[in-house]
């Protein structure tokens, strides 16, 4: 009597195609389409990744690695502030991020105006023609002129997408409460050093240095530029600091000088990396920075 023992039997290793892996074609979906980006497909890149070392990228040129000022950008970027908040119609300066989801930190009606002439202003240098991501913090104001501009330039809400940390408007610490004025005070300090960092508080507001505001806007880069290839991004700041320390950083500028690129409520700007804004020439030659954030 013949007996096959299966245990003898060599089985065939299970085969693995990346076809099958694949999770959209461009057949079947457009390259400005906003399609989500789920947990289980990043975690199957991730394994291939470590599994097969031929796929990986030189560390030379992986695009997580963000520096400032970048050699390129994969993506073109619009910076907007948003419009006025209700806290800032009164004259008052309110950082701390507890309250940042608060209506009270939402747009006020004046800043309801200026955010939609920034949407429009969008729409004329054709910012989302073709679609395009939006970035806005989740403070109030901040998500609500982004829902501004996905609804003036025809963007899917599914292309808004909100960031936690890394857009907080600037912690100014003890200047909590105080007149917008005084802030005139925290900007004489950031001349002098971008380390300094205003009076601390027992409240929970940070107290944050430009340097701190840097390594928050190269974070945000760092996602970004590994997230997307050649697309659009709208980032929506509900302040004007994030927006100044970024476009010194991408431009190679003295950190201590990015008030003199400040935004006004509701602007807009294409981030030209080659180049500063005409009507924000900087007066003194010793502008640029070599090596961001020190530029002492």
């Not at 992986?62 to 006025?84: C, D, I, K, T, W």
């Not at 309801?112 to 969008?122: D, F, G, N």
């Not at 408007?169 to 925290?186: D, H, I, M, P, T």
Request: a neutral charge; hydrophobic letters at 35%.
């Amino acid at each position: 009597m013949s007996r096959t023992l299966a245990s003898h039997t060599p089985i065939p290793p299970p085969q693995f195609s990346f076809q099958s892996a694949a999770v959209t074609t461009p057949q079947n979906v457009h390259k400005y389409s906003c399609t989500p980006i789920h947990r289980r497909h990043l975690l199957a890149s991730f394994a291939i990744s470590l599994t097969a070392p031929f796929l990986s990228t030189p560390i030379t040129e992986a695009r997580g690695l963000f520096q400032m000022p970048p050699p390129r950008l994969s993506n073109r970027y619009f910076l907007v502030r948003a419009g006025e908040s209700e806290f800032e119609s009164r004259g008052i300066i309110n950082t701390n991020p507890v309250a940042k989801t608060s209506m009270d930190n939402g747009l006020s009606e004046k800043g309801k105006k200026q955010t939609v002439k920034a949407a429009l202003e969008l729409k004329a240098m054709g910012a989302c023609d073709q679609n395009c991501w939006i970035w806005p913090s989740i403070t109030q104001r901040a998500y609500q002129a982004a829902e501004v501009i996905a609804a003036v330039n025809g963007v899917n809400r599914s292309c808004i997408v909100p960031e936690y940390s890394f857009l907080d408007a600037r912690g100014l610490g003890a200047y909590e409460g105080k007149s917008l004025e005084s802030v005139s005070e925290v900007y004489a300090s950031d001349s002098l050093s971008q380390n300094i960092k205003p009076p601390p508080i027992d409240d929970g507001t940070p107290n944050e240095s430009v340097a701190d505001v840097f390594v928050r806007v190269i974070q945000l880069m760092s996602i970004l530029e590994t997230q997307y290839s050649e697309d659009t991004v709208v980032i929506v700041s509900p302040d004007s600091d994030n927006l100044t320390i970024l476009q010194a950083g991408l431009l190679g500028l003295d950190l201590r000088r990015h008030r003199d690129l400040s935004f006004g409520p509701g602007e807009v700007r294409f981030v030209d990396p080659s180049s500063i804004p005409t009507y924000k020439q900087p007066a003194s030659g010793l502008y640029k920075c070599l090596n961001p954030p020190s530029c002492n």
